[in-house]
């Protein structure tokens, strides 16, 4: 299993433009979420999807948007992107298991810097 | 929105040095979860504590869940260099919204350098 993917790596935007953040997992996960890293501010939850089909917005959704139309794929999108957007982002998908034992795998992060 | 509040933020230590970090709030928690991330990459999943009182241990690290389940910390005993890195703590809630849905939340993060 490859796990959790993102692509791209690193990407530099412009004010106003916009792009998609790919993420897919191959361990057939129903549960997945994006996350932002800021400097010295932890993780804050963007959105998050419990199927194929579902999303719902978590702490952070403003300037964002998903959709989850396969279990593997969960893309991110930003519509105009703002340097308040400038961030390091991480997909992850969760395994859950019997007596409220879960494991969380990340993907490696998405560097993004707007300008 | 829970707060989970991580210390020491920052800590330097010498290779064969004991340490804690603590993770507290003031929300209780389902569960807590322990991450250790290096630079460029994704957190890594150390250990998930369920019960209050519960103590694990991962080779020289020991992890306590409150009584409370409010709080946990992270014990390292004779660190070493490859223990460098952001430790994070993570409580779930469980919030019914039809779908069964549920989050993480995050606490800031302890940055451990421990030096050779």
């Known amino acids: 299993n490859a796990g959790v993917t993102q692509t791209p790596k690193f990407r530099i935007l412009k004010i106003g433009q916009s792009m998609t953040l790919q993420c897919t997992q191959d361990m057939n996960h129903n549960y997945m979420y994006w996350y932002r890293q800021d400097p010295g501010m932890g993780l804050k939850l963007i959105y998050y999807s419990v199927g194929a089909g579902i999303t719902d917005k978590g702490e952070v959704p403003n300037g964002y948007n998903v959709s989850r139309s396969t279990t593997e794929d969960f893309p991110l999108r930003l519509e105009l992107a703002a340097p308040s957007q400038t961030s390091v982002y991480f997909c992850?998908?969760?395994?859950?298991?019997?007596?409220?034992?879960?494991?969380?795998?990340f993907g490696p992060g998405t560097r993004l810097l707007v300008l | 929105t829970q707060l989970l509040e991580q210390s020491p933020q920052f800590l330097s230590i010498q290779e064969g040095e004991n340490l804690t970090v603590y993770c507290n709030s003031s929300?209780?928690?389902?569960?807590l979860q322990w991450y250790r991330q290096e630079p460029g990459e994704g957190p890594v999943l150390l250990v998930t504590v369920v019960t209050g009182g519960e103590v694990k241990k991962l080779k020289r690290l020991t992890f306590q869940f409150g009584d409370a389940r409010k709080d946990s910390s992270l014990h390292i005993t004779a660190a070493q260099p490859g223990d460098t890195g952001l430790y994070l703590c993570?409580?779930?809630?469980?919030?019914?919204?039809?779908?069964?849905?549920?989050?993480?939340?995050f606490g800031k993060g302890t940055k451990l350098s421990v030096i050779p």
């Open positions: 929300s209780v928690f389902s569960s």
């Open positions: 993570a409580g779930r809630t469980i919030e019914y919204s039809g779908a069964g849905s549920y989050q993480l939340t």
């Open positions: 992850a998908s969760i395994l859950r298991l019997a007596g409220g034992m879960e494991t969380q795998y």
